[in-house]
């Protein structure tokens, strides 16, 4: 049985506390324990904002040992994982010594505020022999690993070109400090700079524009061209400065040499050169459900995720932060090493 704390219970807590109770009432050998948030006794009554929904606004944490301290949680808890779901800036620090004291890791998504504190994080987890999966959840989420599939197995050909998009009304709270937050480029858009990180290995070079909007937010908008050696033309785009009641977003188009595999607004779709288009049956589960157990299998297994090890992840962010030298030169294009 894995016994998990949660650090953080604003709308990313409560979106893996939702999944966390999903996988324990199927039975699977998990135990959320406590949870624990320096507001906690605030939280519990309100709601969370976020860019999708959570399964509730209040929540009944009765069953949860709840804690304002994360060393009381440490100190009153017999815990095997722990689960951080806090602002990205607090993210090193506490996974470096959580990793330390012998707990495995689950750290949200972006790794970290930088590269070196990513690299970090990743050599701690070598150290100790710990598991640490960071969340970054489009690697579990099954559109997107039915792309990986139609990329690493060539079915449809070798890739000739990509475009990558996320977008939403600006957040609020501490993502609108830039230097706490990295703003839009190293908070939304890593999701997009990660997935073709995963799919298509680390870009020779990157040019960025972005566009400063909300005060003391950083980039609020950005559009990336990623050069690869075979030529291939992937670019990605992202930003939270939308008006009114749009929502959020997310697609992308890759086309291939006999495919074009779209997600959007008409769902996921695949449309083959020589024969009627087709959506894919896929796993109705989420990315954050799927990335949760395979975290669980992973750990009583001991196994390692390949699909989204550490030192991968501290890549997405080396790559952000080459597209954020960019973006400050005004497009320049940036060698990554």
């Known amino acids: 049985m894995l016994r998990v704390g949660l650090i953080g219970f604003g709308f990313m807590g409560r979106m893996h506390f939702d999944n966390y109770e999903r996988l324990m009432a199927e039975g699977q050998p998990v135990q959320l324990k406590a949870v624990c948030d320096i507001a906690i006794e605030q939280l519990?009554?309100?709601?969370?904002?976020?860019?999708?929904?959570t399964s509730k606004d209040v929540y009944d944490l009765s069953a949860y040992a709840l804690y304002e301290s994360v060393e009381d949680m440490?100190?009153?808890?017999?815990?095997?994982?722990?689960?951080?779901?806090?602002?990205?800036?607090?993210?090193?620090?506490?996974t470096c010594s959580l990793l330390a004291k012998g707990y495995h890791v689950l750290c949200e998504k972006p790794m970290a505020r930088t590269e070196a504190d990513a690299r970090r994080m990743a050599e701690a987890a070598a150290r100790s022999g710990r598991r640490l999966l960071i969340g970054q959840c489009l690697r579990f989420w099954p559109a997107y690993e039915y792309l990986k599939e139609c990329v690493a197995d060539k079915r449809?050909?070798?890739?000739?070109?990509?475009?990558?998009?996320?977008?939403?009304?600006?957040?609020?709270?501490?993502?609108?400090?830039?230097?706490?937050?990295?703003?839009?480029?190293?908070?939304?858009?890593?999701?997009?700079?990660?997935?073709?990180?995963?799919?298509?290995?680390?870009?020779?070079?990157?040019?960025?524009?972005?566009?400063?909007v909300l005060p003391g937010s950083g980039y609020d908008a950005v559009s990336t061209n990623y050069r690869y050696p075979d030529g291939k033309v992937i670019n990605a785009q992202?930003?939270?400065?939308?008006?009114?009641?749009?929502?959020?977003?997310?697609?992308?188009?890759v086309n291939f040499d006999n495919a074009t595999v779209v997600l959007g607004p008409k769902g996921f779709r695949v449309h083959p050169a020589d024969a009627p288009s087709f959506s894919p049956e896929l796993s109705e589960?989420?990315?954050?459900?799927?990335?949760?157990?395979?975290?669980?299998?992973a750990v009583l297994e001991d196994k390692a995720i390949?699909?989204?090890?550490?030192?991968?992840?501290?890549?997405?962010?080396?790559?952000?932060?080459a597209e954020i030298r960019s973006a400050d030169s005004g497009g320049e294009w940036i060698e990554l090493p």
Request: hydrophobic share 35%; glycine share 12%.
């Open 44 to 53: 519990k009554n309100g709601a969370a904002n976020g860019n999708m929904a």
């Open 74 to 94: 440490l100190a009153n808890e017999e815990l095997d994982m722990i689960d951080i779901t806090l602002p990205t800036y607090l993210h090193a620090d506490l």
């Open 156 to 212: 449809y050909g070798e890739t000739t070109a990509g475009y990558f998009y996320r977008g939403s009304e600006p957040p609020k709270g501490w993502f609108l400090n830039g230097e706490l937050s990295g703003g839009c480029m190293l908070d939304m858009h890593i999701h997009d700079t990660d997935m073709i990180n995963w799919l298509f290995g680390k870009p020779e070079r990157v040019s960025s524009l972005g566009r400063k």
């Open 238 to 253: 992202a930003d939270w400065t939308y008006s009114g009641d749009h929502g959020f977003e997310m697609g992308f188009r």
């Open 285 to 297: 589960d989420t990315g954050y459900y799927r990335q949760l157990r395979s975290f669980m299998e």
């Open 306 to 321: 390949d699909a989204c090890l550490p030192e991968s992840t501290a890549d997405s962010l080396a790559i952000v932060e």
